[in-house]
């Protein structure tokens, strides 16, 4: 939103936050954007209900998210969902697919990138090594570092060997 107003758009051009599992929104859109979230949302046909409602034709939806490769891997998950910070409800990518087809929305992308996504955990990872490198770090700052750095790697191990996948999703509202 800092963007946006520094450029004189914040009202033509507004972005805002919105808790998936509770959204409410008051008016309609040209697009919805999510990153990496969807996941963790137990209900998805009624958040996909609320975003379809609220898309102007032609407006579109573009998200990336966890899917799940398929229902055998489902079980090699176990020890990933219970350690991640937020509850884990993954979807298919046929499911995913399957919920823009039962509204008015036309799927025109779904593309695997999950070998994209591993190497830029890596990335950021030897980011993070080379930045702290010579740092004195408090304790506690050196603790919530090793969390997060636990959290990717568990990610990594899920995405690398146990099934999970990560998906770019494109879909347009056609008409109302």
Known sequence: MERSTKAGLDKQAPVKTYDPKTMKLGRRFDAVFSKELLFTVADKDALFDTIEEHLKPKGQILYTDYTIENEAARGGLGAWQQAEPQDVHLW????????????????????EITAKYVGFIFDGLAHLRDRMEGHGLPPETKAAI???????????????HKGLRVYRFLAIKMFD
């Open 146 to 160: 090793l969390a997060e750095v636990q959290l990717w790697a568990r990610r990594m191990d899920a995405l690398q």
């Open 92 to 111: 298919s990518v046929e499911q995913h697919v399957n919920g823009f087809k039962q509204r008015n929305l036309d799927v025109r992308v779904t593309e």
